[in-house]
């Protein structure tokens, strides 16, 4: 984990505009109000590098942890399952056969995070009563009882997702601070700057010269990086929604390829390189409510979005059918 390449290279120059600053103490000195500013700066600087720090967290133990859980989650689940393939097949029941053997090992470790839980649910709520309705025929193959550890293995698994996520969650602030909140703050401190490098020329051109040349590089990064990026979480928890969570642009110019992206696995819509304008997109993952968005893209300037999406509502009244033996 680390900052985006884009905020890395904002934080470069703002590096080297804070050592320029530090080599010219005659001209930084010179005008009372400028002096005062880069006081301002070196604070933010601070701020900065506190945000790249937690960006640059780490979630290696955590991950190394939850994989490990979900190993031995999908293990005890798919014991469960190719038993319960068995059990079907003693039974002639087509309809059980088909729908419990597609949880194998590998679908169910491959399974994303966030849906796995429910899978687990799935087997439990499709083989349960059959240990109820034909509790001496299942014996063999699965009880109450290895179900109920099966859940227990599964929520072993989320505990340790938790705690990845809750990782996860605090690297992400981070970078998405030093995005939302220190860029902005950081093109206030040029801003203000860039008005007094007029007066200060006079006697320090060299300065002002290399003062320039560090501005135009951000300049440079500003064209060359607009548009949109966005992190996508679950409103409930502020979970992540990681590889499965989408942006459609609805009212963008036509383009050789649609314009629309997928979460990486850090729950992130990377850059997505937009012309200025004010734009309509929708924001979409399984299981929950689309939310459209108004994006206004803005010259030199990378438009930055938390986008938190509430679940669908869960329609009541559908009809459960008895297992068949």
Same mark, same amino acid.
């Given at each position: 984990?680390?900052l985006s390449n884009i ?14 600053f530090s080599n010219?103490?005659g ?5 009372t109000?400028f002096?005062d ?5 070196g604070?933010s600087?601070?701020v900065?590098?506190g945000y790249r ?10 991950t190394?942890?939850k ?6 989650s999908s293990d005890?689940?798919s014991?469960?399952t190719?038993?319960?393939?068995s ?6 029941? *087509?309809?059980? $056969?088909?729908k ?10 491959? @399974?994303n995070?966030? &849906? #796995?839980?429910? *899978?687990?649910? $799935? ?5 349960f009563p ?5 509790? @001496?025929?299942?014996? &063999? #193959?699965?009880?109450p009882?290895?179900?109920?550890d099966?859940?227990k293995?599964?929520?072993?698994y989320?505990t340790?997702?938790?705690l990845y996520?809750?990782a996860?969650s605090?690297?992400n602030?981070?970078?998405s ?8 703050v950081?093109?206030?401190?040029i801003v ?5 490098m007029s007066?200060?020329?006079v006697?320090y051109?060299g ?9 135009e590089k951000l300049?440079v990064l ?13 409103d ?6 990681a ?6 642009m609805v ?5 050789k390829k649609?314009?629309?992206a ?5 729950g ?5 390189k937009?012309?200025?304008g004010?734009w309509?997109?929708?924001f ?7 939310q459209?968005?108004?994006i ?10 938390i986008?938190r999406m ?10 459960v ?5």
């Open positions: 984990m680390a905020s890395k290279s904002h934080l470069d120059q703002y590096a080297r505009l804070e050592l320029l010219n103490a001209a930084v000195s010179d005008i109000a002096s500013r880069r006081n301002a700066f604070k600087m601070l900065c590098y720090d937690t960006a640059n967290g780490t979630t290696k133990g955590f190394k942890a994989n490990a859980a979900k190993k031995t005890s689940a014991n469960i190719g038993k319960a393939v059990y079907a097949i003693t039974v002639k029941n *087509v309809d059980l $056969k088909d419990v053997n597609q949880w194998t090992q590998n679908f169910l470790y491959k @399974t995070d966030p &849906d #796995y839980a429910g *899978v687990i649910q $799935k087997i439990d709520d499709l083989l059959y240990t109820a309705s034909d509790p @001496t025929g299942t014996a &063999d #193959y699965f009880t009882s290895q179900l109920a099966m859940k293995d599964s929520d072993a989320e340790t997702l938790n996520n809750n996860l605090v690297i602030i981070g970078k601070n030093f995005k939302i909140i220190q860029i902005p950081m093109k206030l401190h203000f700057f860039d008005g007094f007066d200060l020329a006697d051109a300065f002002v010269s290399q003062y320039k040349v560090i501005i300049d500003g064209k060359r990086n607009q548009g949109v990026e966005a992190l996508m979480v679950y409930v928890d502020g979970k992540v929604i590889l499965v969570g989408e942006l459609n009212n963008y110019p036509v383009t649609p314009k629309k997928r979460t990486n696995s850090n992130e819509i990377p850059l997505m937009l012309k200025v004010t309509d997109a929708v979409k993952a399984p299981g929950c409510i689309d459209p968005v108004t206004k893209v803005e010259a030199k300037k990378v438009t930055s979005l986008i509430m679940a669908a509502p869960i329609i009541a009244g559908a009809a059918k008895a297992p068949k033996k």
